[in-house]
């Protein structure tokens, strides 16, 4: 079968009606220059994103992975990674950027995103397309920006659907990343919640306890719960975001462990170093010395 390429339209920008609704499609290159992510500084989102490049070469750095851009891949990005491309040549694509709300906007129901594999906040996925796969993902972007650029009822309603699969379709070719487990609704709102606060407070609440006491519920119960829907503990979460961190500003800011401890709330350098090496099994150092390596 023939392929879409030369067939899916340029997309400029979004819809005043996709704005409202947390949902965006871009032509990659579009994409690109509008956010500026051509240079040496990286720029975080606040929505997840899926770029698609079908046709390009260069490198995309996501927080502090590097990867080797080719054809046929798709990168799905969690919100707050920072991205930066760098030198790009004939690139061709489609960037697609969302909310939590767009795809969940019951809010307790992410499981789409969380059993796909794709969304990871310490390991962004990335998707090589066989020539089969290539096909059918190409009519379904193809639905995607008819939908995208028509006048139409029920716009928003369609536009979710069809993100939903086209993330359900990419999570089969990774496989599921959390536990095949039946996971009831209340313990996905908490889950979500959780996260959401770890996001925002990982520089101030450093403890399960101090999670579970804004969630109100026990801490043991806490991590019971977030381990069954995440595979991992919720000390581990916390952990992990605050490395994460730290990593970006060794690598982004050229900050050094005291500078990064102070900034993310340690005043003891020394408990700051041991707490470093323990999560990411080397030590600050070492890290440096190592070029970044995630």
């Not at 927080?63 to 491309?85: A, E, H, K």
Request: hydrophobic content about 40%; overall charge positive.
């Amino acid at each position: 079968m023939t392929t879409f390429l030369h067939q899916l339209p340029h997309i400029s920008g979004s819809s005043p009606e996709t704005r409202k609704s947390a949902f965006q499609l871009y032509d990659l290159e579009s994409f690109m220059e509008e956010r500026s992510l051509q240079k040496t500084t990286p720029v975080g989102f606040d929505t997840f994103l899926i770029f698609w490049v079908l046709q390009g070469s260069g490198t995309y750095w996501v927080d502090l992975r590097r990867y080797s851009l080719s054809n046929d891949t798709v990168y799905c990005i969690y919100p707050g990674q920072l991205n930066v491309f760098a030198d790009t040549l004939y690139m061709k694509g489609y960037a697609l950027s969302f909310s939590t709300e767009f795809i969940c906007p019951l809010k307790d129901d992410i499981s789409t995103l969380l059993n796909s594999g794709l969304f990871n906040v310490y390991k962004p996925a990335s998707v090589t397309l066989s020539p089969d796969t290539k096909t059918e993902m190409e009519q379904l972007l193809y639905s995607i920006i008819k939908e995208y650029k028509g006048v139409t009822e029920m716009k928003t309603e369609v536009l979710r659907a069809l993100l939903k699969i086209l993330i359900i379709q990419l999570g089969r070719k990774v496989g599921p990343h959390y536990p095949a487990k039946e996971i009831i609704r209340g313990d996905i709102k908490m889950v979500n919640d959780f996260l959401a606060l770890v996001h925002k407070n990982y520089m101030t609440m450093k403890k399960v306890s101090d999670y579970a006491e804004t969630l109100g519920t026990a801490p043991n119960y806490l991590n019971i719960r977030v381990k069954k829907v995440t595979g991992f503990t919720a000390s581990y979460h916390i952990q992990q975001r605050i490395l994460q961190e730290a990593k970006r500003q060794a690598r982004w800011e050229g900050m050094n462990l005291k500078q990064i401890a102070y900034t993310l709330g340690y005043d003891d350098i020394s408990h700051f170093s041991k707490f470093f090496k323990k999560a990411a099994g080397i030590s600050f150092s070492d890290f440096k010395r190592g070029q970044f390596s995630a």
